[in-house]
């Protein structure tokens, strides 16, 4: 089984709609991630979690909000999806640094989801 | 602001050896990653330099200078399944990752 999930794989909406995608993982780490990837710009991060009660925007929050359900699960919502929203998204986690602080911050990465809003 | 800057594309050939640049520029540096995604796949990790010197996996291997603000990524002996693309991230201050744009690898019989 995967350790990290995401649904939906793919989804296509419109403008307007508000749209939900889901990652759980069974790695039992802490920090989890979303990022969206568009050709040719790498990975951009949204939001990060580093636990329960500790949510942060990154980069490019506007536009989207997350919920961390639980420990294993991380949401990310478009509250008013614009086509230029459409994107490779991801979900990765991650475990907490080693006490000596040079943890590498190993990322694991769900498969993605793929979201086209016309 | 934050950036890393690395090669768009890449060309090599099978067997051979290709070197992938990354140059960083962030607030506060703990290291520098690399990580391989495949076509419609997800970034999987290869390897972190915390230190300077190079760091040695199999066929991978990764630099890294802080003095430079640089580092590489080096594959040998080159197979057709390493075409990838290849990102460098680095770990700043807020131990956020930050991505470059990556390097698409070719690999020519």
């Known amino acids: 089984d995967a350790d990290v999930t995401q649904t939906p794989r793919n989804r296509i909406t419109k403008t307007g709609k508000r749209i939900m995608l889901e990652c759980s993982q069974t790695k039992g780490h802490d920090r989890m991630y979303w990022y969206r990837q568009d050709p040719g710009l790498g990975l951009r991060l949204i939001y990060y979690s580093f636990d329960v009660k500790d949510i942060n925007k990154g980069e490019i929050s506007d536009g989207y909000s997350v919920s961390r359900q639980a420990q294993a699960k991380f949401s990310l919502s478009l509250e008013s999806a614009i086509p230029n929203q459409t994107a490779l998204y991801f979900c990765?986690?991650?475990?907490?640094?080693?006490?000596?602080?040079?943890?590498?911050?190993?990322?694991?990465f769900g498969p993605g989801t793929r979201l086209t809003v016309l | 602001g934050q950036s890393l800057e690395q090669p768009s594309e890449v060309t090599a050939v099978e067997g051979a050896i290709v070197q992938i640049n990354c140059t960083y520029q962030?607030?506060?540096?703990?290291?520098l990653s690399w990580y391989q995604q495949h076509d419609g796949g997800a970034p999987t990790f290869l390897s972190y330099?915390?230190l300077d010197g190079l760091e040695e996996t199999g066929r991978f291997s990764s630099f890294l200078s802080r003095s430079d603000s640089y580092g590489y990524l080096l594959l040998q002996e080159l197979q057709m399944k390493d075409s990838a693309s290849y990102f460098c991230a680095a770990l700043d201050s807020n131990y956020q990752l930050i991505w470059g744009a990556g390097t698409k690898l070719i690999i020519k019989p």
């Open positions: 962030t607030s506060g540096f703990y290291g």
């Open positions: 330099n915390g």
């Open positions: 990765a986690t991650s475990d907490r640094p080693s006490l000596a602080g040079v943890g590498t911050d190993t990322q694991y």
